[in-house]
């Protein structure tokens, strides 16, 4: 069965340092997002993107986060200058569907556990 | 704007237990959609179930089932006969019907199952 997939499963960086987190979606799927997950707390949606480019975007993705497609394939999250609160659970998704015909599932990867000391 | 509550952060239960995790939204949107999550300890989100607003019938999955009552903005989730994989945080969460699939999640269940 295809799934989404993420690297790392666990990153550990310094603050002030620069971190990608990889996704790779389904390959037939058309919206993407990212999501995170402080330990302990709720899901929090972070960004979604379609053809290309932000259709969506919280409060919390301020200029310090942005994402990229660079090749088709792979779907990318960059933290720049990290801070201690960046520590989380970083979850990517992918959807199939979306529009007034419906709302699919979102298909989410086992998550990238970012560590900032 | 969107808002999902779980009041019950916690619940605790011994096998072969029934457990029911509360559900309640808020949304403006006549078209929406309805989730529920299961997050093992393991960390990753597992879908469970979704729902259309326009579809209030009852669903049974094996031990488990999902009461939607329009009426009450509730889309409760219980689990027969618990067992101890079951123990997990779950987690309900909302979407708009129209483009985007944003999901607003509630701030989850911790469901502990003692053998």
């Known amino acids: 069965e295809p799934e989404v997939t993420q690297t790392p499963s666990h990153q550990v960086t310094q603050m002030g340092q620069e971190v990608i987190l990889r996704c790779v979606p389904i390959s037939n799927h058309l919206y993407f997002y990212w999501y995170r997950q402080i330990l302990g707390q709720k899901v929090e949606f972070l960004v979604s993107?379609?053809?290309?480019?932000?259709?969506?975007k919280s409060e919390i993705f301020d200029d310090q986060f942005s994402v990229e497609r660079p090749d088709g394939s792979n779907f990318t999250l960059k933290i720049r200058s990290t801070k201690l609160e960046d520590s989380a659970m970083y979850f990517c998704?992918?959807?199939?569907?979306?529009?007034?015909?419906?709302?699919?599932?979102?298909?989410f990867g086992e998550g990238s556990r970012l560590t900032v000391l | 704007a969107q808002k999902v509550t779980q009041a019950q952060t916690e619940i605790s239960v011994v096998e072969k237990e029934d457990v029911t995790l509360d559900c309640v939204y808020e949304t403006r949107d006549t078209t929406y959609y309805l989730f529920w999550y299961k997050q093992p300890p393991s960390g990753e989100l597992v879908f469970l179930i979704r729902?259309?607003?326009?579809?209030?019938q009852n669903e049974i999955s094996g031990r488990y089932s999902w009461n939607f009552q329009k009426s009450t903005s509730s889309f409760n989730f219980t689990i027969t006969a618990s067992q101890v994989v079951d123990s997990a945080v779950y987690f309900c969460?909302?979407?708009?019907?129209?483009?985007?699939?944003?999901?607003?999640f509630g701030g989850g269940t911790r469901v502990l199952v003692k053998p």
């Open positions: 969460a909302l979407s708009r019907g129209a483009a985007g699939n944003k999901l607003t």
């Open positions: 729902r259309n607003s326009f579809d209030e």
């Open positions: 993107f379609y053809n290309n480019e932000i259709s969506e």
């Open positions: 998704a992918s959807s199939p569907t979306s529009g007034r015909a419906g709302s699919g599932e979102l298909f």
